[in-house]
RNA sequence: UGACCUAUGGUGUAAUGGUAGCACAACAGAUUUUGGUUCUGUUUGUCUAGGUUCGAAUCCUGGUAGGUCAACCA
């Protein structure tokens, strides 16, 4: 086969609006190399909307060489904890960037009071002694011009002298605010006279008591961009309104110019993405953490079993532009699944068993089967799985009255074992209710590791656990997952409780506990972060079992709509 | 009813005045030691009305629809 490593071929050089402004910026000399910055509030756990703006921000650093700085916007002390700081940094190492500078907002605090000082000299700034309720009445509505302060024309020295008060704490909550001085009959609303700092008496998770005014996100961020020399400022879209405001400051205090650039942030269908909402479900216990597999934080999508390959190729794929867009849930589960078939090792794990028992096999006979470790992969090499007499099989894996192109298992019917035989029901067990309790069935000898030397063909392969060497756990585990409404398909307005099962966590306790004290420790980490299984288990295994699951279950609903 | 942003198949995203392409989803077939994977094929789209132009998804104007903004949140 021959190759033109200059063709390229099939690779189609596709921009995004981002990608564009920063090859013009570096082709025109504007900017010799770039500089980007992820600010999270840590006021909360990342989710995957987060992760779309980690991916665009250190991505298109990586890919124009150039530098992500990590800037917590932490302006507001009441909302503010460290917890928040370190879940953020965990999150963002995991998926796998590093950033060059770790850096606060409230490193800048001295410098923005600096620069308040600066604008009140220039009389572009001034103190208002109105009220919260009276500050609000007079900004006016969308329609309506705003009117002015009757603080607006204080004198410079006033300024100077009720601000440099204000940082000394003469004042309580409330009372007074520092003020820009603009337009209060601007067309758009952040221009008329925006509020830069407030007082409050708050303990900083950083700063301690140092403080008791800070500043606002609009006078802060900017300023804040500025100092690290942020070329690209990298947003979501509701941030647009801002960005006249964002100029303005800059504009005024002569410092570098950041460019704020604006894209539409993520919404997945089924998922609550507000952090709001997430925060009120942590509260109330409805999940049992940030980090529960429902949850669409990176913590919970990790221990769903999402790796940092599958969330950074889903970032890829969605794409980046100024329209509003929800993506559809199968996209992000398709990148796992993408991911995982190609680098998993498989296991068998049967989730919701039922009991076979091979009557044409040796009572104490046990049998170590080969098994392919990953098909994808043949340097994934193979394992050896115990066989006995009784096994569980999957219970979907049998059908009584099977329709007509069902291949598994059903009475009369042969059906392969992976890896071990071809077996035949005989019998068909049933409890005093009717339901199946248990089969009964022949295996042909002949047939060992799945090939019958006839050269029969079965139709159907089915997985399976030896009896006597599976762990038991809790299947119901996985069926909880998918069966509830996915990471909270609430709507608006509705109450949460009426979306998630409370008893979920309880089932997942109970059955856990007791399968966990089954397993050598050193392997408990593993298998705790995975859920359940009966023997061979493995976080690997599960993740792809556990999207593997919902493919079926789909599979299955069709077939019998 | 003010300012700003946006409008391409079911969902996303390309095409920057010259053949509407790609991915997910859906559907059909082939292969298969799991109805998975893999491969092949199919269906479905430029919000609307004008204008400019040899030629418009693209430029202009009007309309329509959706979004954002009236926290001492970010």
């Known amino acids: 086969m021959t190759t033109e490593p200059d063709k390229n071929e099939g690779e189609v050089k596709v921009l995004n609006f981002l990608e564009e402004i920063i090859e013009a910026d570096l082709k025109s000399g504007k900017h010799k190399s770039i500089l980007t910055r992820f600010p999270p509030e840590p ?157 409050i008496h708050a303990h900083h998770h950083r700063t301690g008591d140092k403080w008791c005014i800070y500043p606002m996100y609009d006078y802060a961020h900017g300023q804040s961009d500025s100092i690290e020399n942020i070329t690209h400022s990298i947003c979501t879209l509701e941030f647009d309104v801002h960005r006249p405001l964002y100029d303005w400051f800059i504009e005024k205090l002569e410092i570098f110019p950041s460019h704020q650039y604006e894209f539409a942030r993520l919404n997945l269908t089924y998922t609550v993405m507000s952090k709001r909402k997430l925060l009120e479900l942590v509260k109330n216990n409805f999940v049992s953490g940030w980090d529960d597999p429902r949850m669409p934080t990176i913590c919970g999508l990790r221990r769903r079993g999402y790796t940092p390959e599958a969330i950074r190729m889903f970032a890829e794929k969605v794409g980046v532009a100024k329209r509003d867009n929800v993506i559809d849930l199968s996209l992000l589960e398709w990148c796992i699944r993408e991911d995982l078939n190609k680098r998993a090792n498989r296991y068998m794990a049967v989730l919701n068993p039922l009991k076979v028992v091979i009557t044409s096999y040796p009572d104490d006979k046990v049998e170590m089967m080969d098994a392919v470790n990953n098909p994808e992969d043949a340097a994934a090499g193979t394992r050896k799985v115990p066989f006995s007499k009784v096994i569980y099989i999957e219970r979907d894996d049998f059908m009584e009255n099977p329709p007509k192109k069902y291949f598994r298992l059903a009475p009369g019917q042969e059906v392969r074992l992976r890896y071990a035989y071809f077996i035949t029901c005989t019998e068909v067990i049933k409890d005093a209710n009717g339901e199946v309790v248990e089969l009964r069935c022949t295996h042909d000898p002949a047939s060992q590791g799945g090939n019958s030397p006839d050269g029969r063909k079965v139709q159907g392969t089915i997985h399976w656990v030896s009896a006597q060497h599976a762990v038991e756990a809790d299947v119901r585990l996985f069926d909880r997952l998918f069966t509830e409404p996915h990471m909270g398909d609430i709507p608006e307005g509705e109450d949460y409780k009426s979306y998630l099962n409370p008893d979920s966590l309880k089932t997942v306790k109970a059955y856990l506990e007791p399968a966990l004290a089954a397993i050598p420790k050193e392997e408990k980490v593993q298998f705790e972060r995975i859920g359940y299984f009966w023997q061979d288990y493995d976080s690997t295994a599960a993740k792809l079992i556990f999207n593997r699951i919902v493919t079926l279950k789909d599979t299955w609903a069709k077939m019998n709509k």
């Open 43 to 199: 006021n909360g756990y990342l989710h995957i909307g987060h992760a779309k703006s980690i991916c665009l921000n250190f991505g298109l650093a990586q890919k124009y060489g150039g530098k992500t700085n990590l800037r917590f916007d932490d302006t507001n002390p009441v909302k503010e904890d460290t917890e928040y700081v370190d879940s953020i940094k965990d999150d963002i190492r995991w998926l796998g960037f590093q950033w060059a500078e770790e850096l606060y907002a409230s490193d800048y605090f001295e410098q923005l009071y600096d620069w308040a000082m600066v604008l009140i000299k220039k009389g572009l700034a001034y103190v208002d002694d109105q009220t919260q309720e009276e500050i609000r009445q007079t900004r006016g509505t969308v329609t309506e011009a705003g009117k002015n302060s009757p603080y607006r024309n204080r004198s410079v020295e006033e300024n100077i002298d009720l601000f440099t008060r204000m940082r000394a704490g003469e004042f309580k909550d409330g009372e007074r605010v520092l003020r820009a001085k603009l337009d209060m009959a601007h067309p758009n609303m952040l221009m008329r006279d925006p509020i830069l700092y407030r007082i």
